[in-house]
């Protein structure tokens, strides 16, 4: 069969091409063509377009690429009816795909939303075009079954694919000696919003007698290149970036400073005692309190949290997201042994309540089930 994918981040592309496997190992004809980047191309198939081209963030970003934005929806559109796939997998990026979800469905073409929007966050409104345009969504957090129910939206729930990700990982030392990890996000504007902080973080942490020898290693997304980091580290030579290594940054660091979004979660799932910082333009940042306080149910902006329904680590949002804040809270995961075990205990029953792993296996047979019952 002819599977169309279309994911618009670092994460999507990560869940896409476990997503390709699976479908590749029951579908052994699978013929792919898809929007990602370098992990999904990996796997094999056409690459329309990267996603490193697609990608915004924030209500000003939208405004700015509103053109490219409309190019990038023609164009994928057109690009869908020329090639007449049997489904479209629509995965996370709702910005984008809810608007292919309803060219779909208005042209007759099967889709998929594989990691569906976080409805339950925030826009609720979407939960009808979600019902009336998708033919089924595939959710990946034990917390969203209830809620999807409660919506009458039909669902199914295999686990979550980080699971396999993280344990499926070679791991390997990134660099020698003691470091602490920073993740400040895969776009552009969560880069400029993290690594201000960040860097005071290091400085701070670096002038300290006990933490004169330690690295700071941050983590650059696929998406970026050295440019997007050099103004934030120039002539600070105990702060690196290393491309590619995630994951293996995560698992020996003795502490992470983690722009909210996936990667919390991998920090979770891998064991790497964190704190989530998180900061955007100022009317993103109203709007989206506006928002959680309307949603009383949405407590945290951390997955793992969320998972949990309690903090297992903390938050510093907008305001709260100061170098001294931040410093503190990494000298606590590094200095405070019981409140950092109580951290690693919590992350046990976070993998807990995820399941196992095999989650994109089962998506994939699942997937193909449904479009064989047709």
């Given amino acids: 069969m002819k599977y169309y994918l279309i994911a618009g ?22 013929e792919f063509r898809f929007w990602g980047g370098c992990m999904m191309e990996s796997v094999g198939g056409t690459k329309v377009r990267d996603y490193a081209a697609t990608a915004v963030m924030g209500l000003g970003d939208v405004l700015r690429k509103l053109g ?3 190019r990038n929806l023609k164009d994928c559109k057109a690009d869908i009816l020329a090639w007449q796939p049997d489904v479209v997998i629509l995965i996370d990026y709702p910005g984008f795909n809810m608007r292919i979800a309803r060219f779909c469905h208005d042209n007759g073409i099967r889709n998929f939303y594989y990691i569906a929007p976080k409805t339950w966050a925030s826009r609720e409104g979407r939960n009808r075009k979600l019902k009336a345009w998708c033919d089924k969504l595939f959710i990946v957090f034990p917390f969203e079954i209830p809620y999807f129910t409660e919506k009458g939206i039909p669902f199914i729930y295999k686990g979550n694919p980080l699971l396999d990700a993280v344990d499926g990982h070679e791991y390997e030392r990134p660099v020698e000696g003691r470091y602490i990890a920073i993740l400040p996000g895969s776009r ?27 690295r700071f290693v ?21 702060i690196e970036v290393l ?3 995630t994951y293996d940054i995560l698992k020996f660091a003795d502490a992470a400073l983690v722009n909210s979004g996936t990667a919390s979660l ?5 064991g790497t005692p964190q704190v989530v910082c998180w900061s955007t333009q100022l009317i993103t940042a109203v709007l989206a309190k506006y928002v959680l306080r309307v949603l009383d149910h949405v407590k945290y902006i951390s997955l793992g949290n969320l998972i949990l329904d309690r903090l297992a680590f903390r938050e510093l949002i907008q305001f709260d997201f100061t170098p001294e804040a931040v410093t503190a809270e990494i000298r606590r995961l590094i200095e405070d042994l019981p409140y950092r075990e109580k951290m690693l205990s919590d992350y046990k029953e976070i993998r807990h309540r995820l399941g196992g792993s095999g989650s994109s296996k089962e998506v994939a047979k699942a997937m193909i089930a449904e479009l064989l019952s047709r």
């Fill in 243 to 245: 491309f590619g290594r």
């Fill in 68 to 70: 490219s934005i409309s």
């Fill in 9 to 30: 981040e670092a994460s999507g592309d990560l869940h896409g091409s476990n997503l390709m496997k699976g479908l590749k190992a029951e579908d052994p004809e699978a």
């Fill in 218 to 238: 941050v983590a650059g997304a696929p998406s970026r290149s050295m440019a997007d980091y050099e103004k934030y580290i120039a002539g600070r030579d105990y």
């Fill in 188 to 214: 552009k504007g969560e880069i400029s919003h993290t690594m201000p902080g960040a860097v005071k973080m290091a400085e701070s942490l670096h002038a300290l007698p006990q933490y004169a020898g330690c």
């Fill in 266 to 270: 991998e920090a979770a799932l891998i």
